[in-house]
């Protein structure tokens, strides 16, 4: 079946540097990738809507120019973390799908953690 | 905006007892409900969805039923397995084609032999 792979699975950074985290669709072409973050025991907290080729939609509340998102082809889409802080830390979901009745794929996540 | 509140774990069984995880939304008109699954280790699954009111979603034995008049979506199962300790999702999407998922917190299963 469809896969979604998230890299990495966990990473640990100072406080002051980037995190690039990768989604990438290993058999489908993914039109939209979504970007979540979710608290410990809470809820998936949609981030931002990917479509390729264009700007993420942020969701409200989110910081654009904290959370970088680039979906420059069919297959990847990335989320930077930029100047990160210790509140950043934090588990990130990606999922993605292919046309919009498509179901969608979710990756594994990443567990940031800064330091 | 919307929101789903589902029961809170964690939920601790022994195997082939019968399950029920609570799930309500907010949400107006009809939206799609869907139960997600996360294994240990693993990426979020779809386990099961219902488009409109009264249709039963299921899937490896897993039920749940989309009830407009109380705004839920319960899941349940009949006699669980060890297999099935994972974290469970409800979630509503109310955004058309677009689907932007609201998830509720998740409930965490826990099966004992």
């Known amino acids: 079946g469809a896969v979604v792979s998230q890299h990495p699975s966990w990473v640990i950074c100072k406080s002051g540097t980037s995190v690039k985290i990768e989604c990438r669709s290993l058999d489908f072409q993914a039109t939209t990738m979504f970007w979540y973050r979710q608290f410990p025991k809470q809820s998936l907290m949609l981030m931002a809507t990917s479509n390729e080729g264009s700007k993420a939609t942020y969701e409200q509340g989110v910081e654009k120019d904290k959370f970088l998102i680039n979906h420059a082809s069919l297959t990847l889409s990335t989320l930077t973390v930029t100047s990160a802080h210790p509140e950043d830390s934090s588990f990130y979901i990606c999922s993605a799908r292919g046309t919009a009745d498509s179901p969608l794929h979710f990756g594994n996540g990443t567990r940031l953690t800064v330091t | 905006g919307n929101s789903v509140t589902q029961m809170e774990g964690p939920v601790t069984l022994s195997e082939e007892a019968f399950l029920t995880i609570n799930c309500t939304y907010t949400?107006?008109?009809?939206?799609?409900l869907f139960w997600y699954v996360q294994y240990p280790g693993e990426g979020l699954q779809l386990l099961l969805k219902a488009t409109k009111a009264d249709d039963k979603g299921s899937n490896k034995g897993f039920e749940a039923t989309y009830r407009k008049e109380t705004t839920s979506f319960h899941l349940e199962k009949g006699s669980v397995q060890v297999s099935d300790s994972a974290v469970y999702f409800c979630a509503e999407n109310s955004g058309g084609s677009n689907y932007k998922l609201t998830f509720g917190k998740g409930t965490l299963l826990t099966v004992n032999p």
């Open positions: 949400a107006t008109g009809y939206p799609s």
